[in-house]
């Protein structure tokens, strides 16, 4: 598929070609990166995502596409979206439909994807999950659901800056990032007008459907 335009910073390309496993936050908090999750096949924990997706499927930020190749093969259409070059190739060589763009940017068919998914923390998208909210919110039809990941609960709500480590400790440039743990989701939501309806706690993962507040 063509792929949209995009400036954003392709920050995650280290981890993706498997240079870094490492997330360092401003304040000086390490996150380990799941890469070998990214690059296998959906696990059971991530299906919890997949079998809440109906209708048609918009995957932000989807790195090498396990989570879409899941739903194509449930018969689901669906479309990952991703600011990396190297995530649109292993993508494509899974033979899933992905575009090169950024959550910000306009999407094929939007306002009428009935699912947005975020996961591996990616509410953590541009340091400001209100916006990505907002933002998803407008990619889904009105009766659509965001299904998302969040940090563990007791994580609380970061957002400032991130970079990655490879594995020589060499320190790549600074991007906007925010953590959202499970706990502060629900106030997070609400103040984009959407509400938490389900939540799934297994592994140390933690998942949530999001839906539009009633008018």
Known sequence: MTGLRTTEPRPFEAALDGRSRRLELADGRRISLAVDRWHGL?????????????????????????????????GVS???????PQAVSQCRARGVPVILGDAFAPVPNEGRWQHVI???????????????????????????????????????LWHGTARLHDHSGTAGSWFPWAVVGAEALPGVAAAEGL??????????RCFAELV????
């Open 195 to 204: 509400r938490v309806t389900r939540t799934y706690d297994r592994n140390r």
């Open 78 to 84: 669906a479309l990952g979206v991703d600011t990396s």
């Open 118 to 156: 975020l996961a591996d923390g990616n509410i953590g998208i541009g340091g400001s999950p209100r916006a990505l909210l907002r933002r998803v919110g407008r990619m889904v039809r009105p009766s659509g659901t965001v299904l998302l990941e969040t940090a563990r609960y007791g994580a609380g």
């Open 212 to 215: 539009r507040c009633p008018s």
């Open 42 to 74: 959906a696990d059971q924990d991530d299906r919890w995502m997949v079998e809440h997706c109906h209708g048609p499927t918009v995957d932000v930020g989807c790195g090498p596409g396990r989570l879409v190749q899941a739903l194509t093969v449930r």
